[in-house]
């Protein structure tokens, strides 16, 4: 039995911008009938790769990503918002 639903992103991300607003709209373009459609997206796996010295803020938590390099194992913490403080290539994979 699944416990999540994996989807993915890979692209530039815009500055000060949710991207759970973005993942849940691409979502929904893939599955119109989703239960995104009634509630809010959480992460529950998250795994990103970005230029080295990234920031990013998590939740209103502000991480400096010296590598580049982030994971966080299943159930680690419920995500609600994802920021990038620039514009720069990303690749994520999360759980939601």
């Known amino acids: ?3 999540g639903t994996l989807g ?17 709209a691409n979502e929904l373009v893939i599955n119109p009938n989703s239960t995104l ?3 809010n997206m959480v992460i529950k796996k ?7 010295a990234t920031t990013i803020e998590i939740n209103g ?3 400096f990503l010296p590598t580049g390099l982030f994971e966080l194992g299943y159930g680690q913490v419920d995500i609600y918002s ?5 514009a720069v290539p990303v690749q994520i994979y999360y759980l939601y």
């Open 46 to 52: 998250i795994g990103i790769s970005a230029p080295e």
């Open 61 to 63: 938590r502000e991480i």
């Open 1 to 3: 039995m699944a416990v």
């Open 37 to 39: 459609k009634y509630g």
């Open 8 to 24: 993915s992103f890979n692209g530039t991300v815009t500055p000060n911008v949710n991207m759970l607003n973005t993942f849940k």
């Open 82 to 86: 994802l920021e990038f403080s620039s």
